[in-house]
């Protein structure tokens, strides 16, 4: 193709792409007419606004993934250039030789904290492949930490930007100071195993950003897979009239993977809460709405599975370690 042709191709594709170009503010962009009656963008642009916020996650994920391996690439080159070394003298010297072994210990403390999800083998049979793996991720951890100090060196500015979506927080349970520049919303399921699992990732992001952050719950029960999440995230907010709310919110996840709906009464009086009001508010449904209110509010955002979280806006999938809030949190603070 030409480099005229493509230029009028490039030019076409934008103004189809981008109707308010066109004053499409005035004339919205026509999709469809049925006797008469006229369809636009606007018609349907609720029901995509789910799938627009996926999709626009995840060319911001590609572009940011492919960015950051390009920023690294041309970093190291020039680190080791700096040095008079190679590459892979450099990575020497900077990664693996700064990475301890995997000890024993370690293995046996992954062991132990995974035994079902390993078909509860005998350590021997499971150990070389989990020292294998504890150590690919202490070499990968210590790889990423080079990088970022060699960013921070190179003082690297990025301009690309995620995409941000306001959510509602009207009455949800929050955890850090209300004025907080940092905020953490997390879309979760009391009886997800994923959801749990994060929650020490948590706790270590309140001990380490202390005022700078504060977390957000909003309830996502996957009922077709966890009957007794909606339930569960009932109880919780019957236990919060009573100034319990995130008490009981850690008595769940401690017990997400044996809990029946039985519990939930028990737990109630473990915190020494009234039980009749507990009782009343919980088989009353009191709360129900309000989490399907949580729930659709979440399926609007384009969360789809737990636990997703969105770091001022920001949308991070699934049950990430410390480092990936680590790096949410910062870029959000440099941007205060």
Known sequence: ?????????????TL????????AEESPQVLATIDGRVFTEADIAAQLEPQMIRINNQIYAAKKQALDAVIADYLLEQEAKKRGISREQLLQQEVHDKVTSVTDAEVEQVYNNNKARLGNKPLAEVKPQIAQQLQSAKLQQQHQAF??????????????????????LDGAPVRGPANAPVTIVEFSDFQCPY???????????????KDQV?????????????????KAAEAARCAGEQGKYWEYHDILFANHAT???DHFKQY???????ATQFATCLDSGKYASAVNKDLAEGTRVGVSGTPAFFVNGRFLSGAQPFSAFQQAIEEALETQ
């Open 1 to 13: 193709m030409a480099i005229h042709t493509r230029l009028r191709f490039w030019l076409l594709v």
């Open 16 to 23: 189809v792409g981008f109707p308010t170009l066109l004053g």
């Open 147 to 168: 990088v970022r100090e060699l960013r921070k060196q190179a003082g690297v500015k990025v301009w690309l930007k995620p995409p941000v979506v306001n959510i509602d």
């Open 195 to 209: 959801c749990a699992r994060v929650q020490a990732e948590l706790a270590k992001v309140t001990e380490v950003y």
């Open 214 to 230: 504060k977390i957000v719950f909003k309830d996502y029960p996957l009922t077709n897979i966890h009957p007794h999440a909606q």
């Open 259 to 261: 809990f029946t709906p």
């Open 268 to 274: 109630a009086t473990t915190l020494q809460l009234d």
